[in-house]
Nanobody
Framework: QVQVVESGGGSVQAGGSLRLSCVVS????????MGWFRQAPGKEREFVGA????????YYADSLKGRFTIDRDNAKNTVYLQMNSLNPEDTATYYC????????????????????WGQGTQVTVSS
């Protein structure tokens, strides 16, 4: 059974940085496209970014480009989300998700595309 576990969340002041980690077990990590999503209270889950199986391509929400970076280490079954210049609007629960298939086009941005999800890690940014 595939398990997805996020870590690294916490509280940070505006302008600070956090690096989230996501470990996948119970499956072949290198075969999964990986995505990060976030959900703030009262809002829908939104796409943050994603990375292809071999890490050779990444995709980001337009509003986050330049501040957030995704990378992965297939030897460690881990995907990372580096978040810089954080602001209070980034406050949310951040979720990691694995896709058994490589998404096509806009499918990268759709939560329904992904097969396995973690429980999320909370990120709180104070002003």
């Amino acid at each position: 059974q595939v398990q997805v576990v996020e870590s690294g969340g916490g509280s940070v002041q505006a302008g600070g940085s956090l690096r989230l980690s996501c470990v996948v077990s119970g499956g072949t990590f290198s075969r999964y496209a990986m995505g990060w999503f976030r959900q703030a209270p009262g809002k829908e889950r939104e796409f943050v970014g994603a990375i292809r199986r071999r890490g050779d391509s990444t995709y980001y929400a337009d509003s986050l480009k330049g501040r957030f970076t995704i990378d992965r280490d297939n030897a460690k079954n881990t995907v990372y989300l580096q978040m810089n210049s954080l602001n209070p609007e980034d406050t949310a629960t951040y979720y990691c998700a694995a896709d058994r298939n490589t998404p096509y086009g806009d499918d990268w941005y759709r939560p329904n595309e992904y097969d396995y999800w973690g429980q999320g890690t909370q990120v709180t940014v104070s002003s």
